[in-house]
């Protein structure tokens, strides 16, 4: 399906030095603000204290949400747990202050409103559990990363793996500098978001990938140079990429929107994340790609002449 087609290919190999000097400035900025600002970690990464409250009609999270931010004990999470009557709260640690005393101030707070709340549950989450969440966070991007090598090297050339995979950390990095400049919570939903980007930019560069490969072995375009077969693929999957990439960023839009403080990190992330991996897919992956030396002969075997039977 295609919305429009453009009939002449558009150069973007030309502008590749500019757009790859943005990115390196924006990936520069990103791991500045992560060196000086650093991650704003949520309780389940520094550990804190976990509520659960039971009330008998739907739970008002937006009230219970300002009740807790009345006591000013840190950035409190509150979301529904399973169903609309049962509620999540997170708190910070609090240096002095006991998990015991934190529920108590919180429930007094909540029963001050409705009496008919309960608490069900109160967990307290270590420091040590936050450091095996971060470590085990880590693992799991590295193996993602491990596995899209492994993968774009198999079915392509290991330049156009190397080239994918600095595309995508390009993506990571910068999700990780804007909510490390905005100080926005990093909790596991994030952690998700940015794990669900790593698989979604490479499944954009492998379609651009796999039209330059088909490009190749085009018998009409062997005159052509690198430059101008990588630009006729992208230019080829254009429509594809607009009407994908505009679909999917209107749902998360939609999350980011009308999702509401529980969903809003992993909607955050992945809004970044697509906008900046339709650039990085395009204006970063091909061009290094080219940089590198991709070619016909990597993308084509040579055929051995066949041997003559001896009579």
Request: charged letters at 15%.
């Amino acid at each position: 399906m295609e919305l429009f087609r453009i009939k002449r290919d558009i150069p973007f190999m030309s502008y590749g030095r500019l757009t790859t000097a943005i990115s390196l400035v924006t990936f520069i900025l990103a791991v500045f603000f992560l060196a000086t600002r650093g991650l704003n970690y949520s309780v389940e990464f520094t550990g804190g204290t976990v509520l659960e409250v039971q009330y008998q009609q739907s739970a008002d999270l937006n009230l219970i949400r300002d009740t807790v931010d009345s006591l000013k004990l840190g950035e409190a999470t509150v979301q529904s747990l399973g169903s609309s009557s049962d509620v999540m709260i997170r708190l910070p640690n609090k240096p002095g202050t006991t998990s015991a005393q934190l529920s108590e101030k919180v429930m007094g707070l909540l029963k001050a409103k409705d009496s008919t709340v309960q608490l069900r549950k109160v967990d307290f989450v270590g420091p040590s559990v936050g450091e095996e969440l971060v470590s085990h966070g880590l693992t799991a991007a590295i193996l993602v990363c491990l596995g899209i090598m492994a993968y774009l090297a198999l079915r392509f050339e290991w330049r156009f793996a190397v080239s994918a995979i600095i595309a995508n950390m390009h993506d990571v990095v910068i999700i990780l500098g804007c909510f490390a400049f905005f100080r926005w919570e990093f909790s596991l939903t994030v952690l998700a978001g940015v794990l669900a980007v790593l698989g979604y930019s490479v499944n954009e560069s492998v379609v651009v990938f796999d039209r330059i490969r088909e490009n190749f072995r085009k018998p009409g375009l062997r005159g052509k140079t690198t430059a101008s077969i990588i630009d006729n693929a992208i230019t080829a999957t254009m429509s594809r990429t607009i009407i994908t990439h505009f679909s999917t960023e209107m749902m998360v839009v939609s999350m980011l929107v009308f999702g509401g403080p529980a969903l809003h990190g992993f909607a955050m992330a992945l809004t970044i994340g697509i906008v900046f991996g339709i650039y990085s897919s395009v204006l970063v992956a091909s061009p290094i790609a080219l940089w590198l030396g991709v070619s016909r002969e990597h993308m084509i075997k040579p055929t051995k002449p066949k041997e003559e039977a001896v009579v």
